[in-house]
């Protein structure tokens, strides 16, 4: 995959039917991949097997599945039920977590390197051994039953939405690549592609999630991304990416304006050693942007 869209629905009849339907419009437009972000409400790997199944043109990930509250023997299962439903087009990607996706599950944000390195050690085991023998700090992953799924191949693509210099060394040492979101091209270039690179014996994808939108409105489009993006910089992982691109709110990291605008942006980040650029909140502005959005991205997806 090099370009993507992540999908939501607001005020959605059916979100399971409404988000096909939508994936289906992205796939007729040209654009190859659709990512699914873990919410508290749906399950993203499930969704994420749904499209791919129902739009079979469709590269299909979870950007991504915080693992506090989780354990690597269900991701491993829900990864690869949807590896075998989308018949090999599923990525995985998992999340270090925050205060927020702990409380939810009753548990203290504590330890998260320990917790992220004991996850994706287990995980890879599962996922390329078919069984797993990890004794950890935190898990303890020792099924007594294969837990390999018939047709889940090729190999399941693990990705870490990694950003700080911890985490990017132990995504690079155990996974495939990371997914930073709201991570400029400078931060790409000087400080998460060399600490991810310095620690993976192979070059890691480096998936860069970008806040964009095509439109004529620019300062109505300004004002929501303001308004809707301030929640990171409530978390420190995402106040650190931000403040090293020199930027001060989160907004600032948006792509907003015509066609030609913000397929520049796209390139910067392709400059800068993006492997791949999902581009997110495309609906800031209703239906009509979202659509323009998604036509530029088929668009730059064809060339």
Do not use: C
């Not at 129902?54 to 991504?64: I, M, R």
């Not at 599923?90 to 004991?118: C, K, M, N, W």
């Amino acid at each position: 995959m090099t370009l993507g869209i992540a999908l939501a629905v607001e005020n959605a009849t059916n979100y399971v039917d409404d988000i096909v339907q939508q994936a289906r419009h992205v796939a007729e437009q040209g654009v190859p991949a659709v990512w699914f972000g873990q919410r508290m409400d749906y399950d993203s790997p499930t969704l994420a097997a749904i499209v791919g199944r129902e739009v079979p043109a469709l590269q299909v990930g979870t950007s991504a599945i915080p693992v506090t509250g989780r354990h690597p023997l269900l991701i491993s299962s829900q990864a690869q039920t949807a590896q075998a439903a989308t018949h090999g087009r599923y990525h995985l990607g998992l999340a270090v977590g925050s205060t927020l996706s702990a409380s939810a599950f009753g548990q203290p944000f504590d330890r998260p390197i320990t917790r992220l390195r004991e996850f994706l050690t287990a995980l890879r085991q599962l996922l390329d051994t078919g069984t797993a023998n990890v004794h950890g700090e935190l898990f303890t992953t020792t099924p007594a039953l294969p837990t390999s799924v018939p047709g889940a191949e090729p190999r399941i693509p693990v990705l870490v939405a990694a950003m700080g210099p911890q985490a990017l060394r132990v995504t690079g040492e155990l996974a495939d690549g990371t997914l930073p979101y709201l991570a400029g091209p400078k931060t790409l270039s000087e400080h998460i592609i060399p600490e991810i690179t310095r620690a993976a014996a192979v070059p890691p994808r480096i998936v860069a999630f970008v806040p964009a939108v095509v439109t004529a409105d620019v300062e109505a489009a300004s004002a929501k991304a303001l308004q809707q993006l301030a929640f990171y910089e409530q978390i420190p992982s995402y106040r650190r990416v931000i403040e090293l691109e020199g930027a001060t709110r989160a907004a600032d990291l948006a792509l907003i304006g015509d066609e030609e605008t913000v397929a520049a942006g796209i390139r910067r980040y392709f400059d800068a050693g993006a492997t791949e650029v999902v581009l997110t909140t495309t609906d800031l502005t209703g239906p009509a942007d979202h659509h323009r959005t998604i036509a530029l991205l088929g668009e730059l997806a064809r060339r």
